[in-house]
């Protein structure tokens, strides 16, 4: 399947994440959604980033560690919609 997805993440309380190469990063307590678009494996993307046990790659993985998936919505579509 291919498409877009949010994530809608929940940070707990004030953190500063190390967020890769961009060093520390002060997220507020609150909620954050991340968009992005899976054209070879919406199902394996969202899963991996549901999954804890995950090589660091993107900047979401390292959000993912300061914070908790609270839903995730998703669409069908042939074309990356992430910008749109």
Do not use: P
């Not at 399947?1 to 929940?10: D, Q, W």
């Not at 190390?18 to 954050?32: D, Q």
């Not at 054209?39 to 908790?68: A, F, P, Q, T």
Request: glycine share 8%; net charge positive; aromatic share 10%.
């Amino acid at each position: 399947m291919k498409g877009s997805y949010v994530l809608i993440l929940k940070v707990k309380k004030d953190v500063n994440c190390n967020i890769g190469r961009l060093g520390k990063t002060l997220f507020k307590k609150g909620f954050y959604a991340y968009v992005g678009s899976a054209m070879n494996g919406l199902e394996r993307r969202v899963s991996r980033h549901l999954s804890s046990n995950k090589r660091l790659h993107w900047h979401i993985d390292y959000l993912l560690k300061c914070s908790n998936v609270e839903e995730v919505f998703y669409k069908e579509s042939e074309k990356k919609e992430e910008c749109t």
